[in-house]
């Protein structure tokens, strides 16, 4: 079967920097997605990771890693407003998308 | 303000009752899709649609009904639903369904809960 995942919940400090893993297990590949959903609120996009390596996007970047079938997304300077819930999603070679249940991120004062 | 909106926000309805969700996207997308969303669970697909054509029916019971009248509008009909369908009813719209390749918009979610 296909599987994604990701831990639960983290909880991290303003100013500090956190990194949400991903893993992933699926029939073929063909690009990874993060996305952002604060409470209440519609998911958002961020990022979209095909080749290996590191795309930084301000203070925000993510990572993929196909031979290892991990990602993780990087958060730099905490804000408050970081705190939300991030969603990881594959590709699959059908280009179905294949998601994570999602990391909830508590960021403290 | 996202360029997807739904409404009803929030809907508590009983198990014998009948009502819709709307969708409509106002960013020229011509794929929309229903997901619903369990609080712990990924993200289930449940429906797409291009073009106004249902291209996707992940095994969804037939208390669900969508209906996609233009690219820009897609319900959702329920109609004796269980306690276990309540959720976030997410509608989201890309470019096309030429896979998942594509970005997502997402609408802020329909509350359902069903007594």
């Known amino acids: 079967g296909q599987n994604i995942d990701q831990p639960t919940e983290m909880t991290a400090t303003e100013g500090a920097i956190v990194q949400i893993n991903c893993t992933y297990q699926?029939?073929?590949?063909?690009?990874l997605f993060w996305y952002q959903q604060h409470a209440g609120e519609a998911p958002t996009f961020l990022s979209y990771?095909?080749l290996d390596g590191l795309e930084e996007k301000g203070r925000f970047s993510s990572f993929l890693s196909r031979s290892k079938g991990y990602s993780y997304l990087l958060l730099k300077e905490l804000q408050m407003k970081d705190s939300a819930s991030y969603l990881c999603?594959?590709?699959?070679?059908?280009?179905?998308?294949?998601w994570g249940a999602g990391t909830k991120l508590i960021i403290k004062p | 303000e996202t360029g997807v909106t739904q409404t009803p926000r929030h809907l508590v309805m009983g198990m014998t009752n009948k009502k819709s969700l709307k969708c409509e996207q106002h960013?020229?997308?011509?794929?929309m899709y229903w997901y619903k969303q369990s609080a712990k669970k990924p993200l289930e697909l449940m429906f797409v649609?291009?073009?106004?054509?249902?291209?996707e029916n992940n095994s969804v019971p037939s208390r669900f009904s969508p209906e996609c009248p233009n690219s820009s509008h897609l319900f959702l009909h329920l109609h004796t639903l269980q306690p276990e369908d309540s959720a976030l009813y997410l509608c989201?719209?890309?470019?096309?369904?030429?896979?998942?390749?594509?970005?997502?918009?997402f609408g802020e979610g329909s509350r359902l809960t069903v007594l």
């Open positions: 960013l020229g997308h011509n794929a």
């Open positions: 649609y291009n073009f106004k054509e249902q291209t």
């Open positions: 989201a719209s890309s470019q096309d369904s030429a896979g998942g390749a594509g970005e997502l918009f």
């Open positions: 999603a594959v590709v699959d070679s059908n280009y179905q998308l294949i």
């Open positions: 699926t029939s073929g590949f063909n690009g």
């Open positions: 990771n095909v």
